[in-house]
Nanobody
Framework: QVQLVESGGGSVQPGGSLRLSCAASGSTFSTYAMAWYRQAPGKQRELVAR???????NYTDSVKGRFTISGDNAKNTVYLQMDSLRPEDTAVYYC?????????????WGQGTQVTVSS
């Protein structure tokens, strides 16, 4: 079982920055890919950024060049640095861990943290 706890959300003006943190229980990074998803009101949850155990990073097109995903293995924490924020980035952001363990696929979610970008 993996537990994920997000923090760092809040309100910011357009053009501002926030850094989200996701603290994971256990030795998560060697087993699971870590990702950030977001869900805006009335919209489906979408993948924002993902980092594999090997360090490969992927981003959705709308955040490329503005957001950076990174991980600290020693702290079992994954971060999402969000710069040049836009009103359309407003959403609840969720941390996710997914991967295969002894032939079984597992996926885990955090509780979510609200990000609001508004003037």
């Amino acid at each position: 079982q993996v537990q994920l706890v997000e923090s760092g959300g809040g309100s910011v003006q357009p053009g501002g920055s926030l850094r989200l943190s996701c603290a994971a229980s256990g030795s998560t990074f060697s087993t699971y890919a870590m990702a950030w998803y977001r869900q805006a009101p009335g919209k489906q949850r979408e993948l924002v950024a993902r980092i594999t155990s090997g360090g490969t990073r992927n981003y959705t097109d709308s955040v490329k060049g503005r957001f950076t995903i990174s991980g600290d293995n020693a702290k079992n924490t994954v971060y999402l640095q969000m710069d040049s924020l836009r009103p359309e980035d407003t959403a609840v952001y969720y941390c996710n861990a997914d991967g295969w363990v002894v032939g079984i696929y597992n996926t885990y979610w955090g509780q979510g943290t609200q990000v609001t970008v508004s003037s």
